[in-house]
Nanobody, 124 residues
């Protein structure tokens, strides 16, 4: 089992940047595919990005491709989401999630563990 804690959210102007972190407990962090999701008010939770166990493979939603970068440091049990060129439509609660499966899933259903979320607000 793994516990996840996100941090790094906040209020930023459009065009600005934020770096989210997700710290995982346990010694098996490198056994999990990691993902970031987000949920805006009144909307369903949506996939943002995923990264393989080693960090060698990544996958992004079209809406963030070229602006966001997912990375991980297995020695620190942490996954990151660097967000650049932020837009007001990026405003949401951002969640990190862990999946024991190999493939980079875009569906929330393949992720077994979730953090509590961190709020990101982008003002225009």
């Amino acid at each position: 089992q793994v516990q996840l804690v996100e941090s790094g959210g906040g209020l930023v102007q459009a065009g600005g940047s934020l770096r989210l972190s997700c710290a995982a407990s346990g010694r098996t962090f490198s056994s999990y595919t990691m993902g970031w999701f987000r949920q805006a008010p009144g909307k369903e939770r949506e996939f943002v990005a995923a990264i393989s166990r080693s960090g060698g493979n990544t996958y992004y939603a079209d809406s963030v491709k070229g602006r966001f970068t997912i990375s991980r440091d297995n020695a620190k049990n942490t996954v990151y989401l660097q967000m650049n060129s932020l837009k007001p439509e990026d405003t949401a609660v951002y969640y990190c999630a862990a999946s024991p499966r190999l493939h980079l899933g875009v569906s929330a259903s393949v992720y077994d563990y979730w953090g509590q979320g961190t709020q990101v607000t982008v003002s225009s």
